[in-house]
């Protein structure tokens, strides 16, 4: 009867180990747990995890820093000139749990990305005007501009370059671009949290003016 015993309970456990009970998690990854459909665990370390055989699914997603690239849109600025912004972020999934009830997917939680930051550009851009886009500080005020002047007397040429010299006056900005930066990713980042989702920057990567401009 022992013998019987322990050969039953030998198949019973190889049968078990044959079903998974175990999965790894590797370094940079982070797992959800579900049993019919709800969360019934969430693991974010790596190791040697256990899950119900049969009965339970793992879903993993990585820890790691991911990139939004967004296409570029055609905004007008507060004095209604039409500008092409494009922007890049970098973000990551801080609560796996949420972000797996809200989003599901990498790919679906682009395109929430999508959404959120094209929309928060376009009100920020278009609620500034169009030197705080495309300029980051006052330096350009600083800037003192001398004709190039080609004479044979020295003393003449700079005399010359000394009276056509002109400074530089452009209206002073207040935000700037990276001020504007900061500000769409404050903004953005109010909506992302209710995925799960942090974003890390926000960067205008580039603005080019439109034909009309």
């Known amino acids: 009867k022992l013998i019987t015993t322990l050969v039953v309970l030998a198949v019973l456990l190889i049968v078990f180990l044959m079903l998974g009970p175990f999965y790894i998690l590797e370094e940079g990854e982070q797992a959800i747990v579900t049993r019919f459909g709800k969360i019934v665990d969430y693991q974010t370390e790596s190791g040697l995890k256990f899950k119900m055989p049969i009965v339970d699914n793992v879903t993993k997603y990585t820890k790691k820093l991911l990139s939004w690239d967004g296409d570029a849109q055609r905004i007008p600025t507060k004095e209604n000139q039409f500008i092409w912004v494009d922007a890049t972020a970098r973000w990551y999934i801080s609560d796996v749990a949420l972000f797996y009830e809200t989003v599901g997917t990498i790919e679906s939680g682009l395109g929430r990305l999508n959404d959120v930051i094209d929309s928060t550009i376009r009100t920020v851009i278009s609620e500034n005007y169009l030197n705080e886009a495309v300029r980051s500080s006052n330096q350009i005020n600083l800037i003192t ?61 580039q603005i080019r003016y439109s034909d009309d401009l």
Not at 183 to 190: D, G, H, R, V, Y
């Open 145 to 205: 501009v001398k004709e190039d002047v080609s004479l044979e007397n020295t003393e003449d040429a700079e005399t010359l370059r000394n009276l056509t010299a002109t400074a530089t006056s452009q209206e002073e900005i207040k935000i700037g671009r990276e001020g504007l930066s900061n500000k769409i990713l404050a903004q953005a980042s109010e909506f992302t949290k209710a995925y799960g989702i942090t974003l890390q920057d926000i960067i205008i990567r």
